[in-house]
């Protein structure tokens, strides 16, 4: 039951965030984001978690950005990898009890935080942000609909 549940999340987080680009010419922070956002909705820390690794990735591109030309697919990598890193970093925050919310102000995922902050440098925090929460609570509503509230 639970895999369906990811595979449908993740299936209409895609359909969400085709739309919002398509009609709004918004991303919702890459296309498989709003699917997984919507599954920790219930969860706040780790979606606070994720957009924090998610700033301090964007924080580093920029900085990298000064020294060297990161557009495109450099960009993009570095920001997953950079992402990825920090990520990981908050989980070994959060096993060694370092932080006040254990186990709850961590990334999700690995890659999701280098997804959004590519997405911040391409069109901003406030639009990157509002397009990803009005997606991912889309995609949870229909969840709870077809699921009948399990989720």
Same mark, same amino acid.
Request: proline share 2%.
């Given at each position: 039951?639970?895999?369906? +549940?990811?595979?449908?999340?993740?299936?209409?987080?895609?359909?969400?965030?085709?739309?919002?680009?398509?009609? $709004?010419?918004?991303?919702?922070?890459? +296309?498989?984001?709003?699917?997984?956002?919507?599954?920790?909705?219930?969860?706040?820390? /780790?979606? $606070?978690?994720?957009?924090v690794v998610s700033l301090l990735? %964007?924080?580093?591109?920029?900085?990298? @950005?000064?020294?060297?030309? &990161?557009?495109?697919?450099?960009?993009?990598? $570095?920001?997953?990898?950079?992402?990825? #890193?920090?990520? %990981?970093? @908050?989980?070994?925050?959060?096993?060694?009890?370092?932080?006040?919310?254990?186990?709850?102000? /961590? @990334?999700?995922?690995?890659?999701?935080?280098?997804?959004?902050?590519? %997405?911040?440098?391409?069109?901003?925090? %406030?639009?990157?942000?509002? @397009?990803?929460?009005?997606?991912?609570? &889309?995609?949870?509503? #229909?969840l709870m609909v077809v699921f009948?509230?399990?989720?």
């Open positions: 039951m639970v895999e369906s +549940i990811i595979q449908a999340a993740v299936g209409l987080g895609v359909i969400i965030s085709l739309l919002f680009s398509e009609l $709004l010419g918004a991303s919702a922070g890459g +296309i498989v984001v709003p699917g997984y956002i919507a599954m920790y909705l219930d969860r706040p820390m /780790q979606i $606070l978690g994720t957009i990735t %964007w924080g580093i591109i920029r900085l990298i @950005s000064n020294f060297t030309l &990161l557009f495109g697919k450099r960009r993009m990598v $570095l920001s997953i990898l950079v992402g990825f #890193i920090l990520g %990981w970093a @908050s989980r070994l925050l959060v096993y060694q009890n370092v932080t006040v919310y254990t186990y709850q102000l /961590q @990334s999700i995922g690995y890659i999701i935080p280098g997804l959004i902050a590519n %997405w911040f440098e391409r069109q901003g925090f %406030w639009k990157t942000i509002t @397009s990803l929460g009005v997606a991912a609570v &889309l995609v949870r509503l #229909i009948k509230g399990e989720l």
